[in-house]
């Protein structure tokens, strides 16, 4: 969810003098990426959108099963999408950093990169206390702004950083939950009880006030912010599409075709691995203790995770590569273009749905409705995304956050010049 829209290099005021990315000059398929990936991130999300955010997803989903449809979609989400689509978003907002960084000359960047990441924790506070708690703008927001300092590190520092912030927040687990829960209890003043938290959300967004839903989003967002260790995935991923920008590998793809071909396979092998483990169907040896243990089924799955996220993205760029297929994707890079307006829009049709301010279907929406319901807001997103960059420059929410970044209205129409 990235905007690569900054001044060009030799521009000597980039505050007063933004201009966009010309469309020959954008990475299609970054966009094409970014675009699928809004497609699954309504995959996952629909499920909390649809019902209580608190406790674990999977025994949720089990919970709300009424069949043998409902039965499948959850598992369908459970591994194939839950935790899949929200790497590959990270990594490119990575990538779009490392393009911006590219545009801009060093000496304006890190001011003007503050003031996008400001307007962007802006935009996200109010998406997460008046529309969805599930908000994931300000966590991007506060993490971009830990990202700034690694602008000038090497390669190597950038990855090996990368990989130590994926996998640090496993071995502090323990570390992790009860600092999360001491957070969480000073936040809110009260205890973790995800019974007492599931039943008071169910009542609220069902049938409660708006009043009543500010209160109950603030207290999810409390829940939200008191992950601080787990929160080095996200600045983890950021550095991977760095570096991945640092490296140009979307600039000269046609160089890594033969090793993503290779890769990809490896990639799905592994993320089969991980995926039996999660599913319980391959235990690890009992002879490692149970806190290796469980920490080495933790690493397998998130290892497994990241696997089937890089075999989707790889994919999506082989099949982008034979011209039949590019035409056929297309209209996702106009999806990806307008994403931050799509992730919001997102937000807006399903909490009008499903909420008691609009249709009440809070609580009765199973897995494999959800899915549908998803892949029919999708399906209606792309022709809206293509309708709508006919005309302007950017999305509605885009202008809203290149506006507040510049401090001046932006030019919108493509007749504005």
């Not at 000359?105 to 997460?128: D, E, K, N, Q, T």
């Amino acid at each position: 969810m990235h905007d690569e829209t900054l001044p060009p290099a030799d521009d000597p005021h980039p505050t007063s003098a933004a201009q966009p990315i010309a469309a020959g000059e954008r990475i299609a398929v970054i966009d094409v990426l970014r675009g699928f990936t809004i497609f699954g991130i309504l995959l996952v999300n629909m499920p909390l959108y649809a019902w209580p955010n608190w406790g674990p997803m999977r025994g949720i989903r089990a919970g709300l099963a009424h069949g043998p449809l409902d039965e499948a979609a959850g598992w369908f989400l459970w591994l194939f999408a839950e935790d899949k689509f929200y790497p590959l978003l990270s990594v490119l907002f990575g990538v779009g950093f490392s393009v911006q960084l590219m545009r801009a000359p060093a000496v304006h960047f890190a001011s003007l990169y503050r003031r996008r990441l400001a307007a962007l924790l802006l935009i996200g506070l109010v998406h997460g206390f008046f529309l969805w708690s599930g908000d994931i703008l300000s966590t991007y927001a506060l993490m971009g702004f830990f990202l700034l300092a690694f602008r000038t590190a090497g390669e190597r520092t950038i990855l090996g950083l990368a990989i130590a912030f994926l996998f640090l927040p496993m071995a502090a687990w323990s570390l992790q939950v009860s600092l999360h829960e001491r957070l969480f209890s000073q936040l809110v003043g009260a205890g973790v009880d995800y019974q007492e938290l599931w039943d008071d959300a169910l009542r609220v967004f069902a049938h409660g006030t708006y009043r009543e839903m500010i209160v109950e989003r603030a207290r999810a967002l409390a829940w939200n912010f008191s992950w601080p260790i787990s929160m080095l995935q996200i600045l983890g991923l950021f550095l991977l599409g760095l570096y991945a920008g640092r490296r140009q590998f979307f600039h000269h793809l046609s160089r890594h075709l033969a090793f993503l071909r290779q890769a990809r396979w490896w990639a799905l092998a592994f993320a089969v691995l991980g995926m039996l483990v999660r599913a319980g169907v391959l235990s690890l040896p009992k002879g490692l203790g149970p806190y290796f243990g469980d920490l080495s089924a933790e690493v397998l799955e998130t290892a497994g995770n990241l696997a089937l996220s890089f075999f989707y993205a790889v994919s999506i760029i082989l099949l982008a590569e034979r011209p039949h297929w590019k035409r056929r994707l297309a209209p996702l890079a106009a999806v990806g273009r307008t994403a931050l307006s799509n992730y919001l829009l997102q937000s807006v049709v399903c909490t009008t749905l499903l909420y008691s301010y609009g249709f009440r279907l809070f609580g009765k929406v199973g897995p494999a409705a959800g899915l549908a319901l998803t892949i029919a807001i999708y399906s209606l997103q792309v022709p809206l995304s293509m309708w709508w960059l006919r005309r302007f420059r950017f999305g509605p929410m885009e202008w809203v956050w290149r506006s507040l970044t510049y401090g001046s209205l932006q030019p919108m129409r493509l007749a504005d010049r």
